[in-house]
């Protein structure tokens, strides 16, 4: 067993001044490592990485059907955005078709991120509602399974139904009995798994369209309406966001707390998990784009790629005072 590696390095100047640790791992098309960095039997909580696996049984179970679901509202099951009108918009809508409104929740209020929301809150002189909380998309689809399971209304409860359907569906697709759990940012249970677990889970959603059951027809589904709808599952400007945009299809990629994200690579039949061990968002989306360019999925001159590898850093005066950048071997 190891320890972190370093995965990302700051410097100023010409002194290296800060460095990022974490771990890193590429599973190919049967779930064995390919490449990994650091311990890929790290046991860590995947948090908001761990979405689609939380909405397999919104599909597996008929809800998804039964209540027309767009896809959309499959992509908002998925996402952390940031809030926008055109996130809650959608969350707002979906309740109404529910029959049901903002005290339905269990995520609780959230101050959206996106700068425009924010300030219309503040000159309105209104609080922000659940349905501003960056994973009320995922507890949309938490609704949707509970009404169509007619399921008791504390959905969030480890004991509920559907938090039973969505342990039992993670430990199936990555391919190992989860430890335990955490409580989330938005209160529901976040199960534990290795670094390895988790991208073996990634490489199966990759290859889902090469199977016909009825859970590959979910993967494929959800995998697919968060290429087609990249704007939902973060937002303008972030880097779930616009990594996906700058594959063109050719990933599927979502970014979690404290410095975890995913990607599943359909065109390739791989899946990628990592983790940054102090938590940190910036290294994580650096380490992502390099891993990306590196499986050759993001061309390293396209500016997105450009923007989170070897990106500049600058003073509030503009000076270039160092720059950020994969540490060797990771590219």
């Given amino acids: 067993m190891t320890g972190p590696v370093d995965l990302i390095e ?25 490449a990994a960095w650091g311990d890929p039997q790290a046991v860590v909580y995947p948090r908001s990485s761990s979405k689609m696996l939380q909405a397999l049984p919104l599909i597996e179970s008929g809800a998804a059907d039964a209540f027309g679901l767009r896809t959309d509202q499959l992509a908002l099951s998925c996402a952390s955005h940031i809030g926008a009108a055109y996130h809650t918009d959608r969350v707002q809508h979906w309740l109404g078709d529910l029959g049901l409104s903002d005290a339905d929740f269990r995520c609780g209020p959230q101050e959206p991120s996106d700068r425009d929301a924010r300030d219309r809150l503040v000159k309105a002189g209104f609080s922000p ?69 988790m991208a073996r889970a990634m490489a199966n959603f990759a290859t889902a369209a090469q199977r016909s059951d009825l859970r590959a027809k979910a993967q494929v589904r959800l995998m697919e309406a968060m290429m087609a709808h990249p704007e939902l599952i973060s937002g303008e400007g972030k880097a779930c966001t616009e990594l996906m945009r700058a594959t063109s299809g050719k990933a599927a990629i979502k970014g979690g707390a ?74």
């Fill in 10 to 34: 700051l410097w100023r100047g010409d002194l290296l001044e800060s460095v990022h640790r974490g771990h890193a791992v590429i599973c190919g098309a049967d779930g064995s490592i390919e």
């Fill in 129 to 197: 509602c659940q349905y501003h909380n960056n994973c009320s998309g995922k507890h949309s689809g938490f609704l949707t399974l509970t009404k169509h399971l007619k399921a008791g209304p504390e959905y969030v409860d480890p004991s509920h139904p559907i938090q039973i359907a969505i342990k039992d569906v993670f430990e199936e697709v990555t391919g190992e009995a989860s430890p335990g759990f955490g409580i989330d940012g938005c209160s529901a249970p976040n199960f534990a798994t290795t670094l390895h677990g």
């Fill in 258 to 331: 404290e410095g975890y994200y995913v990607a599943m690579l359909p065109t390739i039949g791989k899946g990628v998990a990592l983790k940054i061990a102090d938590g940190a968002g910036r290294a994580s989306e650096a380490v992502m784009a390099a891993l990306l360019v590196r499986l050759g999925v993001l061309a390293p001159d396209h500016p997105t790629a450009k923007r989170f590898l070897n990106a500049p850093i600058t003073n509030w005066r503009g000076t270039v005072t160092g720059y950020m950048r994969p540490a060797a071997g990771l590219i």
